[in-house]
């Protein structure tokens, strides 16, 4: 039988996030087992020697070996989908010389996330978004980001409700993973009976992208979102998920029914089959005390979809204050799920080239 997939390949697979879009790769229904592209010392490893995360690596990925390739191996290789899981820096030349060949390029990065030719995508938020990339020359892929992991579930949280309190300004305070610095990330003597809150450029993304993921496309450009988020971002010793804070001024008073019900009907992407997508995006949890990272950071179903919902919970309002907490998978929904969301719902749209020139 003919395998119709998509050929893959994971950039910095020997990483955290990496491995992330290993397991979310390893029997995807429409990209084929992806190629592991290592970096440094992981060439010639297999993926199970090298693999740090507490879920066992996918049986059929485990023995493969993380090879050393360059953006010509992999074209030559027939890769006509790359998922980039490399520190920021090293992914921008490569990313952009991949595309350049034709491949598309799905980017947990940072480098290309503010570039006004590129999406900076989440899909039940921004999804016309996409259309940004649609000018560039025949011959090359696609690129795509996805946004900083923090970023994530604030603004899936956000989406259902800008037009609804038409905010003035929204505060944020996060409490975030341990992995959200990578692996093998902060050392333990500095976390442990510890709180930091100082996380490098993190208040600036969270703020960027939002404005960006949440401003209004015109044509090929985005009009920023009118309303300042101010963020203040601390590292907490939780291993994965991060926890915000956020309190949304308002200028419209609509009643607390109105607003959990906003939240309720959210679901933007039912309907269109991706296999990654959860339903509801967002899900909204009655109990006092939560959400927390150690329940609640794998919610979303389908199961494939599981690490891909944000949680909302501990609902105030009080004209003109809304308070809650958002809880989101970092390494999952705001990183590798949400890379792989994007190609999946960009597949879907026909925003893939179907061949290279």
């Known amino acids: 039988m003919t395998d119709d997939r998509l050929p893959t390949a994971i950039l910095g697979a020997s990483g955290y996030i990496g491995q992330h879009f290993a397991r979310l790769l390893a029997d995807h229904p429409q990209f084929a087992p992806p190629l592991l592209v290592g970096t440094g010392r992981s060439h010639g490893q ?42 920021s820096g090293t992914a921008g030349p490569l990313e952009s010389e991949l595309v350049r060949r034709g491949v598309s390029v799905f980017s947990n990065a940072s480098d290309h996330r503010l570039d006004p030719q590129v999406p900076l995508l989440v899909p039940e938020v921004n999804a016309d978004h996409l259309a ?63 709180v930091v809150p100082y996380i490098p450029a993190e208040e600036e993304k969270m703020a960027r992208e939002s404005a960006r993921i949440l401003g209004r496309r015109r044509g090929t450009t985005v009009a920023e979102a009118p309303f300042p988020v101010l963020a203040s971002c601390a590292r907490v010793a939780t291993r994965e998920g991060h926890l915000e804070s956020v309190v949304v001024e308002a200028t419209r008073s609509p009643t607390h029914a109105k607003i959990t019900e906003a939240w309720a009907r959210f679901d933007p992407l039912a309907g269109l089959g991706l296999p990654t997508a959860p339903h509801p995006p967002v899900e909204l949890h009655g109990g006092s005390d939560r959400p927390q990272p150690l329940r609640d950071r794998w919610a979303g179903s389908p199961a494939r979809a599981r690490g891909m919902a944000a949680v909302v919970g501990r609902v105030r309002w009080e004209f003109p204050y809304l308070r809650f907490f958002v809880l989101s998978h970092n390494a999952v929904r705001g990183g590798a799920g949400g890379s792989v969301l994007n190609a999946e719902y960009a597949l879907a749209r026909g925003a893939i080239p179907s061949r290279r020139s």
């Open 132 to 194: 940004i990339a649609r000018t560039a020359r025949a011959g090359r892929g696609l690129l795509v980001t996805n946004p900083n992991c923090s970023t994530t579930g604030l603004v899936l949280a956000l989406a259902p409700l800008v037009g609804l309190l038409r905010p003035r300004v929204v505060h944020v305070t996060t409490f975030q993973s341990l992995s959200g610095a990578g692996y093998p990330g902060v050392p333990s003597l500095a976390i442990a009976d510890n």
């Open 46 to 87: 297999r993926l199970g020697d090298v693999w740090v995360l507490a879920e066992p690596p996918p049986a059929s990925l485990e023995p493969v070996r993380l090879v050393a390739s360059t953006p010509a191996g992999l074209v030559r290789a027939g890769v006509r989908v790359a998922f980039s899981a490399l520190p």
